[in-house]
């Protein structure tokens, strides 16, 4: 699943099974695993997380984040994943499933070029 500044990946994220031991008071966080990166040759990007909105909704933003640091990396290269977590709302908190988009969102630059390869999410 690869992001890109015109294609979002679409990621189906699950609850893990620790989710139902998560004390009431402690917040749900969404895990995602970035196993492949790609900067953008001139400028910068950030990742951004959406719920896809059911039926007509809009799509509802869970966050954002950026990679550092920005030199390319591939999941052939384990060692150079990196693992982002972000607070759930609490609407979306206890739900089994998240089908969730991520796409590359230009902050400096046009961003063309950049990829950011999806490895997997998870629910918290």
Do not use: H
């Not at 609850?15 to 900067?39: E, F, W």
């Not at 990679?67 to 990196?82: K, W």
């Not at 693992?83 to 046009?110: C, D, H, M, W, Y």
Request: aromatic share 6%; glycine share 8%; net charge positive.
């Amino acid at each position: 699943m690869v992001a890109t500044i015109d294609r979002p990946a679409v990621v189906t994220a699950v609850a893990s099974s620790s989710v139902t031991a998560r004390p009431a008071d402690q917040p749900a966080r969404l895990i995602v695993k970035i196993t492949g990166y790609q900067p953008p040759p001139n400028g910068a990007v950030l990742a951004v997380v959406k719920f896809q909105g059911e039926g007509a909704g809009p799509d509802w933003e869970i966050g954002r984040f950026g990679v550092f640091p920005t030199t390319p990396f591939t999941r052939l290269d384990t060692s150079r994943a990196q693992t982002f977590s972000l607070p759930l709302p609490k609407e979306l908190a206890n739900r089994k499933a998240l089908k969730l988009s991520v796409q590359l969102e230009p902050i400096r630059g046009s961003g063309t070029g950049a990829s950011l390869e999806v490895g997997c999410a998870e629910i918290r």
